[in-house]
């Protein structure tokens, strides 16, 4: 069933938590007590112990959401839970990372950027089993690994995410099986989800891409109003490359009207906060000075070259549900 609900209002109860077998410990948290005798709950004192020990870890990864990730002034979308398990997999479309497939725990994007190929939604929806669903088609014999993108259709981190931990239940995932990813948000909310983003980046299993289309307020504000400011974003791209993930500009939209030193400012930027990559969409193409951008970002140690993660470590196995008997984890919350 579902319905209408605000993410600040979601009873705890119903909130998915990313606790399948393992992903404790994965973590670096305590793995939960399994049930004694007939399946039955234990509140023993190590239980008590375990839980307040995993509460205090989320309590942190709350604690480390950025104000800046909640859409400033504007009004947080209306947020419509989607329980049902439904296909995540699909062929990304994004010409900048070609074979690579799309994944989006969420549908609707509550940034609202004028221009945006998506469109404009007032309402996100949650698909609350995306991390299920989607470890169900990764165990399909015949998937064939390929680069995961999140985050192509909508905000991989916006405001709900906070609470509804759809995007890092994901993370936790392809880190558990060692999937290729890459990551493209506008939101600083992505600093939440660096210790998983870093165990990935340990295989060389992922790359961020901040997305940013200019330093200009005033152009920022046309082109993406809803968006964290440019500096939150550029510090959000320096703390992923101080934990050693390999962190890019997205330059989209690269407006028109952009004149060249507002452009190069933002590649001086974005290198001096630890950017590696570089990808550039345009509202409208012009050779000239997509050669000029290519020898700035040659010249700047910023990379164009086509990306590419490697599939070796992908391992399915590591998806095999092996629940533990008794009550779901989640029950002791
Ligand atoms: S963040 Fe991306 S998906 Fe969301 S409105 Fe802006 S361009 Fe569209």
């Keep these: 069933m579902s319905g209408p609900l605000t993410a600040t209002a979601l009873p705890r109860s119903d909130l ?3 606790c399948g077998p393992g992903l404790f410990a994965e973590q670096g948290l305590p793995e939960l007590p399994r049930g004694r005798g007939r399946n039955r709950p234990t509140r023993s004192a190590d239980a008590h112990a375990c839980a307040d020990s995993v509460r205090g870890a989320r309590l942190r990864r ?38 690579s497939l799309a994944v989006n725990p969420y549908r609707g994007c ?21 991390a299920d669903s989607l470890r169900e088609e990764l165990r399909q014999p015949r998937y064939q690994v ?5 985050g192509s259709a909508a905000e991989a981190y916006p405001p709900a995410e ?25 939101s600083p909310g992505v600093v939440r989800d660096l210790d998983l983003l ?3 980046a340990e295989r060389g299993l992922v790359q961020v891409m901040i997305s940013l289309c200019s330093l200009d307020e005033a152009r920022r504000g046309r082109w993406e109003p809803r968006a964290a400011a440019p500096a939150q974003r550029l510090a959000a791209m320096r703390l992923l490359a101080r934990a050693g993930v390999p962190v890019g500009l997205f330059l989209a939209p690269l407006a028109a009207d952009e004149p060249d030193d507002g452009w190069m400012a933002l590649l001086q930027a974005a290198r001096r906060h630890g950017a590696s990559q570089l990808r550039v969409r345009s509202s409208v193409r012009d050779a000239q000075r997509d050669e000029r951008i290519a020898s700035k970002a040659l010249e700047l140690g910023l990379s164009q070259a086509p990306l590419t993660l490697p599939t ?3 391992d399915p196995r590591a998806l095999q549900i092996d629940r533990p008997a008794g009550p779901r984890q989640s029950s002791l919350f």
């Design 198 to 200: 870093s165990r990935l």
């Design 62 to 99: 709350e604690r480390a959401w950025p104000a800046c990730a909640d859409l400033g002034g504007f009004d947080l979308p209306e947020v419509v839970a989607d329980p049902q398990r439904q296909s995540l997999l699909r062929i990304n479309d994004w010409p900048e990372w070609p074979g």
């Design 110 to 130: 509550p940034l609202a950027c004028p221009g945006c190929p998506v469109g404009h939604s007032d309402v996100l929806h949650a698909k609350l089993s995306a």
């Design 146 to 150: 390929r680069p995961i993108q999140l």
């Design 162 to 186: 906070r609470q509804l931990r759809l995007t890092r239940a994901i993370l936790s995932l392809l880190n558990t099986c060692g999937h290729p990813l890459i990551l493209v948000t506008r």
């Design 312 to 314: 070796e470590h992908f």
């Design 16 to 18: 998915p938590l990313p």
